[in-house]
């Protein structure tokens, strides 16, 4: 066993899938050439994308798999559908989430509908890795959490880790999936470190995560509102709260099982999500949970999420935007007290 930062696991993850499947090849912007290329006479050294997450694919695997794109994700994201209906597996890079909408149709209309369309018959197994998260100073227009956005859209499974071990076996994972999926990493996530074993087998989509058990209350968080959560019911364990944490993992498909059993135990709920509120993952959680366990509810189920605004460029302002431990322990009293 041995310590890795997030960014390092995913990095990990893709050699090994590289290695394992000729088939695998990687496409994106500013993921070749550039930044020291002196290091590597005779070729291009490997950027990595903004983040620097796929540096030195590049001099291991070749220009033919790893593929520099111009700014044109309509393009890049058409072929990568293109290559994964005849045999490829394609990588696909977007660079910030809130850049979907220039490439929002190849993603919608043919990726997710293709097996459908065809009755099965047909597979689209690529993989688009992109970048979500506030609280890193970016602006509203590379700063949004979007896991809704495509969790909307049947044929898509989408993903969200919260550290190394997750992040490294749900790609293990992806890659192998025969269908579209979409790998979201939080880019105030990439430099935090937990152990990872050298022989690390791919994790199910599809299969939550109990982080911290317990039984007074039910705190589900999505990706980094992990961090916040577990700081949470730490200090809730001074007060005798035992606070239970959910981590889904994935939400298209959903581990409801999981969450579902965590509630009938607790018959409390928090449910954390950074992204907007409106139609979010929160409000879908919140709605499952209301239906199929009603009357295992002790008291209404407590959403904690962004207000409905852009992003905040302005530091205490972004701050503010982000749900914090302080909101979660209150909310914590709250329904504990009810």
């Known amino acids: 066993m041995r310590e890795l930062t997030v960014k390092e696991a995913i990095n990990e993850a893709l050699v090994e899938s590289f290695q394992n499947d000729k088939n695998v090849i990687l496409m994106g912007e500013d993921i070749a050439g550039g930044k020291g290329r002196e290091n590597y006479p005779g070729t291009q050294d490997s950027w990595g994308g903004p983040f620097g997450v796929t540096q030195g694919l590049l001099t291991k695997f070749g220009p033919e798999r790893v593929r520099d794109t111009t700014i044109t994700e309509a393009g890049f994201f058409g072929a990568a559908v293109g290559a994964a209906m005849t045999g490829l597996r394609p990588i696909v890079e977007l660079m910030y989430v809130d850049f979907a909408g220039v490439c929002f149709d190849q993603l919608m209309n043919q990726a997710a509908k293709m097996r459908y369309m065809f009755g099965g018959k047909q597979s689209v197994p690529m993989v688009v890795r992109t970048v979500v998260g506030a609280g890193f100073r970016a602006g509203s227009e590379h700063s949004q959490t979007l896991y809704s956005l495509y969790t909307h859209i049947p044929g898509l499974k989408v993903v969200a880790p919260y550290d190394a071990f997750d992040a490294k076996g749900l790609l293990l994972a992806a890659i192998k999936d025969d269908d579209p999926v979409i790998f979201m990493e939080h880019k105030r996530l990439y430099m935090t470190k937990c152990d990872v074993p050298e022989d690390m087998k791919p ?136």
Request: hydrophobic fraction near 35%; proline fraction near 8%; aromatic fraction near 6%.
């Open 203 to 338: 994790i199910p989509l599809g299969k939550g995560r109990i982080r911290r058990p317990g039984k007074d209350v039910t705190i589900i968080a999505i990706q980094r509102m992990n961090l916040f959560a577990e700081e949470a019911a730490q200090k809730m364990s001074e007060e005798n709260i035992d606070c239970e944490i959910i981590d889904p993992r994935t939400y298209s498909p959903l581990d409801e099982e999981l969450i579902f059993e965590s509630v009938r135990k607790t018959g409390r709920v928090i449910v954390i999500d950074e992204s907007n509120p409106k139609c979010s993952l929160a409000s879908e959680i919140t709605s499952l949970i209301s239906e199929k366990c009603f009357n295992d509810l002790k008291t209404a189920v407590i959403k904690i999420t962004a207000p409905h605004t852009p992003v905040p460029f302005s530091p205490p302002m972004e701050d503010f935007y982000i749900p914090s431990t302080k909101k979660i322990i209150e909310a914590i009293k709250k329904v504990h007290n009810a």
